[in-house]
């Protein structure tokens, strides 16, 4: 993460020493099509890493050259298919919903993405079917770099900031929300700490 991100954090004594424990953290953005970079987050959603990935390698295995199909492909295939992949109903549904979309001209290209501004993508593409705010957030995050995020939603991120901050709940999102107003317009890195650290409370490292 870039300097100037982690000085302005460390104007909070508590995300402070959050990094000092961590240590630094490097984000590179994936940069894949939206389409694929989508799949990936509605296959990931409710599922440990492990699991994603196994249905992930299966999904891609469903098509002719093993690689990321493309919507048409993707809205050719049967559901009996998806499913055997290891997909839910509704999963299998969402991303036959999306690729329609994308056919459509409903999702923006990885280009285009750069013309709209975080409020624009989540507005934009939680009217589809299945994509809600938390799947557009790591989007956001992952496939496009985007500095000032914070999904006030995601449980790691509210055990990451129960764990750091000692507090005897999880904060509810609202609060969350709040709260992260004095990190703008760093709280993608924010965010990233605070998963380090259920990371590490998880691995008996904290």
Known sequence: MSKLATATLRADPVMAGVIDRVGPLRLKPRRLRPFQSIVHAIIHQQLSGKAAKTILTRFQNLFSNGRFPSASAVTSIDNISLRAAGLSRAKAAYIKELAQ?????????????SRFTDDELIEQLTAIKGVGRWTVEMLLIFNLGRPDVLPVNDLGVRKGFQIAYKRRKLPEPDQLESFGDRWRPHRTTAALYLWRAADFQRNGEW
């Open 101 to 113: 979309m994308v056919l459509a001209g409903k999702v923006p290209s990885l280009h285009a993405c």
